[in-house]
């Protein structure tokens, strides 16, 4: 029996508890122990992480990965990826894919983790393809979710088509940390049963039920869980490395995991964490451990968005009429996965359609690009009605969205010109073009001061 671990306290729990602002300066320090503590991987880059650097951290991005590759020779580092969406939410070309995977490898990613937020499989493809290309390990990422039409024989076909395309291991991404312990030891169980990979999983200590979750889960022959160093462990983050580590220990559980390495690494992070508490940049709210999103049907995340929705509006009145609505509107979708963008996209539309006083008066953008087939393909029917009050005579796409975009790199690097100085950079800039752009002017800008500063030191 053996369990491995994969640490997110570079990625994931930083994203989740202080909106991804560690700088690089931050953690340098505990990098090489961290390589040295016998973690399967670590999460350190992709998600939010490339955005909040441009915009936020003055840091480039790649240059970032090379500075913790430098450090991390025998560990592996993982990266997340939207599929098609790259970092963001809008569907790029292949061209532009191909190009981002092949970079990030190159720059020293071992493992990309490749998800869809429908669960297109179509919106996956490419980028498999092009991380075995390149010999890193390409893991197939299935959105967990909850609806009458996801069940077991929907998750097992999802791997199997994983498994087929080449993927080396599957992970269960719950995002909204809404999977419970039997889920899990099902869900495993069936995957194990069905695909020769290993199994992965991801959740969220959002609702308070990670730990059992990932004891019922490696339980049922589940390989890898993701944990974050307790210090920043807990809330909207991960379960803590260290406890699952004990706990897993006293069972009898074989791992690699060094007790002397986690203890370095958390009192390592542990004034970083009070640090961001006592400047406020660390919310004690996403500490905490909150428990609606087992009661409706919708995520934390999105509950807090449809407050803040209707406390604007001064109509929180309607709050209930809303939270009855959403899963209406997600059934009328096809039940997607209830993550970013769609849980905003759902969230809208519902309390458009209660404040309407009727359904479906207004349609936003954003789902009539959806039923239009522009996020890939829905997981259940949409419902006909409203496809036909959306599109009217209109054919809903059928193919790939992606098909139907022309190559963008090569246009990309024109457009910037001089100012991108790499083909990441020009990566930096398709991805994010405003802020990719203000940080190479900035970049240009300290160097011609330090130059003039050169020149009078030679004087
Ligand atoms: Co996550």
């Known amino acids: 029996?053996?369990?491995?671990?994969?640490?997110?306290?570079?990625?994931?729990?930083?994203?989740?508890?202080?909106?991804?602002?560690?700088?690089?300066?931050?953690?340098?320090?505990?990098?090489?122990?961290?390589?040295?503590?016998?973690?399967?991987s670590l999460e350190c880059w992709g998600g939010a992480t490339f955005d909040s650097c441009l915009r936020y951290l003055d840091e480039d991005p790649w240059e970032r990965l090379r500075k913790i590759k430098a450090h991390c020779k025998n560990t592996k580092l993982q990266m997340l990826l939207r599929g098609q969406n790259l970092l963001g939410y809008k569907h790029y070309p292949d061209d532009v894919v191909r190009m981002f995977v092949k970079k990030s490898i190159e720059n020293g990613i071992d493992?990309?983790?490749?998800?869809?937020?429908?669960?297109?499989?179509?919106?996956?493809?490419?980028?498999?393809?092009?991380?075995?290309?390149?010999?890193?390990?390409a893991s197939g990422a299935i959105s967990y979710t909850k609806s009458p039409i996801h069940d077991l024989e929907a998750y097992v076909k999802l791997a199997?088509?994983?498994?087929e395309m080449g993927c080396q291991t599957i992970t269960i991404k719950d995002m909204a940390g809404i999977m419970g312990p039997q889920e899990a030891y099902d869900t495993v169980k069936a995957l194990k049963e069905n695909v020769k990979l290993p199994i992965v999983l991801h959740t969220h200590c959002t609702t308070g039920l990670a730990p059992l979750t990932l004891q019922k889960a490696v339980e049922a022959?589940?390989?890898?869980?993701?944990?974050?160093?307790?210090?920043?462990?807990?809330?909207?983050?991960?379960?803590?490395?260290?406890?699952?580590?004990?706990?897993?220990?006293?069972?009898?559980?074989?791992?690699?995991?060094?007790?002397?390495?986690?203890?370095?690494?958390?009192?390592?992070?542990?004034?970083?964490?009070e640090q961001f508490l006592k400047e406020g940049k660390l919310n004690p709210v996403v500490l905490s451990t909150d428990t609606d999103a087992?009661?409706?049907?919708?995520?934390?995340?999105?509950?807090?968005?449809?407050?803040?929705?209707?406390?604007?509006?001064?109509?929180?009145?309607?709050?209930?009429?809303?939270?009855?609505?959403?899963?209406?509107?997600?059934k009328d979708l096809g039940y997607p996965p209830l993550v970013t963008p769609m849980s905003q996209m759902v969230g809208v539309q519902a309390t458009m359609n209660v404040l309407a006083g009727e359904r479906y008066k207004n349609v936003s953008k954003e789902i009539k690009a959806y039923i239009r087939g522009e996020y890939g393909r829905a997981p259940g029917e949409i419902d006909p009605e409203l496809q036909k009050k959306v599109l009217g005579d209109e054919k809903p796409i059928t193919c790939r969205f992606a098909d139907t975009l022309e190559p963008a790199f090569k246009k990309a690097k024109e457009e910037i010109g001089s100012l991108a100085r790499s083909d990441e950079d020009v990566l930096s800039y398709i991805a994010f073009p405003t802020q990719a752009?203000?940080?190479?002017?900035?970049?240009?800008?300290?160097?011609?001061?330090?130059?003039?500063?050169?020149?009078?030191?030679?004087?």
């Open 437 to 459: 752009e203000a940080f190479f002017r900035k970049r240009a800008e300290k160097e011609k001061n330090t130059f003039k500063y050169s020149i009078k030191r030679i004087d």
């Open 111 to 137: 493992i990309i983790r490749i998800f869809d937020a429908l669960n297109d499989v179509r919106n996956i493809e490419v980028a498999v393809d092009e991380t075995l290309k390149n010999g890193a390990v």
């Open 1 to 40: 029996m053996k369990v491995q671990f994969t640490e997110t306290v570079l990625r994931d729990a930083n994203q989740s508890l202080i909106a991804t602002r560690l700088p690089f300066s931050s953690f340098e320090g505990i990098l090489d122990t961290m390589d040295s503590a016998g973690y399967y």
């Open 294 to 330: 087992l009661n409706y049907q919708v995520p934390g995340g999105m509950l807090s968005n449809l407050v803040a929705q209707l406390t604007a509006q001064n109509k929180m009145d309607k709050f209930e009429e809303v939270l009855l609505e959403t899963p209406r509107v997600r």
């Open 160 to 163: 199997r088509q994983m498994e």
């Open 221 to 273: 022959g589940c390989d890898i869980i993701d944990t974050a160093i307790s210090a920043f462990s807990g809330g909207t983050s991960q379960a803590p490395t260290e406890a699952m580590l004990y706990a897993f220990r006293q069972q009898g559980y074989e791992t690699e995991l060094d007790t002397a390495a986690l203890k370095k690494i958390n009192d390592f992070f542990k004034p970083i964490k």
